[in-house]
């Protein structure tokens, strides 16, 4: 059981002194704030009691609201009883307390002692005086006298009977300052002052969220305030932005009276700590100060507040203090002491957003209290880009050729994002996700006013972005063109497009208030994506499918010339185009022009190599029409589907014939069999007849003389070689490892962590015939993945080799496979299972008795042991050819031959075998033991020998 915290010692006064005052409890008790002992210490508080009189007590959220143990059952009662009056002030309270609150809050005043220490409790008791300014009385009046005469207490002294005698008689033995409060007491009850009036104004205070909704209050303060402005005293600081409020205002009906909980609209101060929970909560750093700093300017002041909004819960209401000096959020944030709060900020008007923007900005540059290690971004590339965009990647991110940087490969663009926006996302049609509402609309606008065009780009932050199972290096910034000084706001104010909602420390555009005023003009007009209207985007047609390409290309052709769109560049001759008045998309291919073939699209995607300047041609189409809007003029279409024709790029003086300009610049061929059938136009002919003189291009390339060479047979050395066989096929046919081999050891850690990063679970792939993929295998140890071979698909299983182990398997396609990481692919790390036969020897196939017997013997002499293998290179079929020794020495082919499993090759086969080696004497050798071992079986009748000989003829060992 710990031990109680122990009480701080209470602040002990001198007799006399001066202090402020910071805060108006009720009609007769203060709370006096006196001076820091140091730069950081807090200044000393105490709860200073008016002597010798007693005003009305008022009523508090914390009394109506805190039980001691027990009492819960007994509040309740008397609630329900006296109707809930806990909340209702002593008659004249509330008056009492105000009169004193505009005296003296935020007022220097003199005081003096009478009562303090441990036989006055927690508080002080003595007098206070003030002088108000411009007074010339030769002494400051005595507050408590003041208090009395104004009606808002009555002396301690006074009794019933003595309320009836005279002052003088009744208190002829007081001193002078009980005489004072006596006669301000008659003076008071002769005027009917305060709590001595007829009806005495009793308040009954009603607290949000118990009494009134706090969306209630800010919709009504927005109907009735003078231009949405109620008068409000703020009785509590929490910290530096959440206040308690009251609202004092006769306008709010029967809200007046009504206390809530208020968030300063678009900052963020650090929370104060609580030292009475369990353990005590420390206070966030300067949020003491930042508390203080608020106190000193508004606590117990009454200003003018504007509600705009509540927060997520609907509990706190959100609005502006104004006050005659300033607005206290700037002062905030101009002295380190708060944040900007985004989500706040959006309920603010955007004329009042700038102010805080700039009070901010100059505490970073200065490094203020709470932004004292802040440190502007650092970006890895440069602040200032300029360039031409040639590619709209999404609504809200661009590819950028930097200018003077020559287009020469993929990766000199720069990609850039506009800063602080959000555009909605297109869909993926593989993995299921369907477009966002306005997302193509949101792209082809940001095209329109773009791509082609020359921009300025001004990074303002970096961010990693995951792509994959890696991450991207974004620039985000403010793009202008010649037209547009920011496409951003363009797009926000078409409503197209969203602001980013930021977190409180994350860096955003400069220009963010703009971009949310825009939006806030959007919404307001109902645009786009702020629209109530239900979203609906047309289907188009596509006829990219070859039998609609044959069905619609005559509609195609006579429409003439046609706008069209180009939305991908499978090459240099070869695009994607929509057609808008079509309502299709639709391959196209400029007449008789053949292009080289570019690398395949796609980071580390396989398939065919670049061929000579195929890359080049397709970037040439990138930059030069891709995402433009182009003319085509159709005039066939191919057994593929694709539409041919003629295409213009530019309009006016720059329209020019896309064709001839990729022939004449060495990018491009004439189709050769339309020249020779006369149908390639003169132009093009031309064109490439240029190119070839001045040798550009494809035309560069030297095209040496080619000589047929005869290729020398390899010659192959005997050789000796640990191995351990890893699967048996047939009775001769087997794979193996060479033992102590690395790469076995290498495959099967990295697809153990290929199994544990992916789970055990099937995943789309690409099923052909030859391709390597990932392949479910349980070996009784629990399921994990292999590397294996599609070696045939049957409907929804296909028949798959695994590469590293040499056996065959059918297994379902959608459950047991998956795509394979670049990293593990065998042309990375080739099969550590080699193919090989047993040399010389031949076995009947396994549908055979004898074929499975020789299996069967086979696997007796060398599964799960390391075998000596004599390696004599390849038999006819390429396949290794080797004589495997056995644990005794003997070789395991001669065995099978003896035991009358297998037959000795035929003479053909020797002599093919030996003549590929160096040194075939090791080969006719063993060629010479196996005929000896089969006269062996012969003699003794064993295996296939058994019922007769075995003519040379019998096609299992042909």
């Known amino acids: 059981m710990s031990n109680p915290a122990t009480a701080p010692r209470p602040t002990i006064l001198p007799e006399k002194g001066t202090a402020l005052v910071k805060n108006v409890l009720s009609g007769d008790t203060v709370i006096l704030l006196g001076k820091a002992t140091g730069p950081n210490g807090k200044a000393p508080e105490v709860v200073f009691t008016l002597e010798s009189i007693v005003a009305p007590r008022m009523a508090s959220k914390a009394n109506a609201n805190t039980d001691e143990?027990?009492?819960?059952?007994?509040?309740?009662?008397?609630?329900?009883?006296?109707?809930?009056?806990?909340?209702?002030d002593e008659p004249g309270a509330f008056p009492a307390r105000e009169w004193l609150r505009k005296l003296l809050v935020g007022k220097t005043v003199q005081f003096e002692t009478r009562k303090q220490g441990t036989s006055a409790g927690d508080r002080v008791y003595g007098l206070v005086f003030y002088a108000p300014p411009g007074d010339t009385a030769a002494s400051p009046m005595n507050v408590a006298v003041e208090v009395v005469r104004n009606g808002g207490a009555t002396p301690k002294s006074v009794?019933?009977?003595q309320a009836e005698a005279k002052p003088d008689e009744a208190n002829a033995e007081l001193d002078d300052y009980q005489s004072a409060l006596l006669h301000a007491y008659e003076e008071a009850k002769k005027e009917t002052n305060g709590i001595h009036a007829a009806q005495p104004l009793v308040r009954s205070l009603k607290n949000a969220g118990d009494d009134f909704e706090t969306l209630q209050l800010v919709q009504l303060s927005q109907k009735l305030g003078q231009h949405g402005k109620v008068r409000c005293v703020v009785e509590y600081i929490f910290d530096g932005s959440r206040l308690r409020c009251q609202v004092i205002d006769p306008v709010m009906g029967d809200f007046q009276f009504g206390s809530f909980t208020m968030l300063l609209a678009g900052v963020s101060s650090p929370r104060v700590g609580n030292s009475r929970t369990d353990p005590p909560t420390p206070s966030e750093p300067f949020a003491d100060e930042a508390r203080q700093f608020v106190e000193l300017r508004l606590l117990q002041r009454e200003l003018e507040i504007s509600l705009c909004g509540t927060d997520k819960a609907g509990v706190c209401a959100v609005g502006i203090v104004h006050h005659p000096k300033g607005n206290i959020a700037v002062e905030l944030l101009k002295n380190g002491l708060a944040k900007i709060s985004d989500w706040s900020l959006r309920q603010m008007a955007p004329h009042d957003v700038p102010a805080l923007r700039i009070a901010e900005n100059s505490a970073k540059r200065t490094n203020t209290k709470i932004w004292h290690s802040y440190a502007p971004p650092k970006l890895r590339g440069a602040s200032e880009i300029i360039g031409t965009v040639v590619e709209v990647l999404s609504g809200d991110t661009l590819a950028i050729l930097p200018s003077g940087q020559a287009y020469d490969s993929e990766d000199v663009l720069q990609k850039v994002s506009l800063a602080s926006v959000r555009s909605p996302r297109v869909g993926n049609e593989r993995l299921g996700r369907?477009?966002?509402?306005?997302?193509?609309?949101?792209?082809?606008?940001?095209?329109?006013?773009?791509?082609?065009?020359?921009?300025?780009v001004q990074i303002h932050y970096e961010r990693d972005i995951p792509v994959g199972e890696t991450t991207d290096r974004r620039q985000f910034g403010t793009v202008s063109t010649k037209q547009k000084p920011d496409v951003a706001e363009v797009l926000l104010a078409e409503g197209l497009a969203t602001t980013q909602r930021h977190r409180d420390d994350d860096e955003k555009s400069p220009r963010y208030d703009d971009l949310r005023a825009a939006e806030s003009a959007a919404s307001s007009?109902?645009?786009?994506?702020?629209?109530?209207?239900?979203?609906?985007?047309?289907?188009?047609?596509?006829?990219?499918?070859?039998r609609k390409a044959k069905a619609y290309s005559g509609a195609l052709m006579r429409a003439k010339t046609i706008k069209s769109v180009v939305e991908y560049c499978f090459s240099g001759a070869r695009f994607k185009m929509l057609v808008p008045s079509e309502n299709c998309h639709i391959v196209f291919s400029p007449n008789c022009i053949r292009c080289p073939q570019p690398s395949p699209a796609g980071a580390g995607r396989q398939g065919r190599p670049a061929e000579p300047f195929g890359d080049a041609s397709k970037r040439h189409a990138r930059l030069t029409v891709h995402q433009r809007t182009v003319e085509i003029v159709c005039s066939g279409v191919t057994m593929g589907g694709v539409i041919t024709g003629t295409m213009y790029v530019g309009q006016g003086g720059q329209r020019r014939d896309y064709g001839l300009e990729i022939v004449g610049a060495g990018l491009g061929t004439v189709d050769q069999k339309k020249i020779d059938y006369g149908e390639a136009p003169k132009q093009l002919i031309d064109a490439q007849n240029v190119a070839k003189q001045s040798r550009i291009g494809l035309w560069s390339i030297e095209r040496p003389v080619e000589v047929k060479q005869v290729k020398t047979p390899e010659k192959f050395a005997d050789q000796i070689a640990s191995i351990r066989v890893s699967e048996i096929r047939s009775g001769s046919h087997f794979f193996f490892h060479t033992v102590n081999d690395e790469a076995v050891q290498i495959i099967d850690e990295s697809m153990k962590l290929f199994t544990t990063n992916n789970g055990t679970a099937g995943a789309p792939c690409d099923v052909k015939n030859g391709k390597v993929v990932a392949a479910l295998f349980d070996d009784g140890s629990g399921k994990s993945w292999y590397r294996a071979k599609i070696v045939e698909k049957r409907g929804p299983k296909a028949t798959v080799l695994f590469v590293d182990h040499g056996n065959l398997a059918t297994v379902p396609i959608a459950t047991h496979l998956r795509p394979i990481d670049n990293s593990l692919g065998t042309d990375r790390i080739p099969a550590v299972a080699k193919e090989a036969v047993l040399a010389l020897v031949v076995t009947r196939p396994l549908s055979s008795d004898e074929g499975v017997e020789a299996a069967r013997m086979f696997q007796s002499l060398c599964w799960g042991m390391n075998v000596t293998a004599?390696?004599?290179?390849?038999?006819?079929?390429g396949k290794m050819a080797l004589n495997l020794l056995s644990s005794s020495g003997e070789s395991v082919g001669e065995q099978l031959v003896s035991s009358g499993f297998a037959m000795p090759a035929k003479a053909a086969a020797v002599q093919s075998m030996s003549s590929r080696m160096v040194d075939g004497t090791a080969v006719l050798k063993l060629a010479a033991e196996l005929e000896v071992a089969k006269e062996s079986a012969r003699k003794t009748r064993s295996g296939m020998w058994r019922y007769g000989d075995v003519g040379d003829d019998d096609d299992d060992y042909a």
């Open 69 to 88: 143990p027990g009492a819960f059952p007994a509040r309740e009662w008397l609630r329900k009883l006296l109707k809930a009056n806990a909340n209702t």
């Open 870 to 877: 004599k390696i004599h290179g390849t038999d006819d079929n």
């Open 434 to 456: 369907e477009d966002e509402p306005y997302s193509h609309e949101c792209k082809d606008r940001l095209r329109v006013m773009t791509v082609g065009k020359p921009c300025k």
């Open 525 to 546: 007009a109902k645009k786009g994506l702020h629209s109530e209207k239900e979203y609906k985007r047309g289907t188009i047609n596509d006829l990219t499918d070859p």
């Open 159 to 161: 009794s019933h009977s």
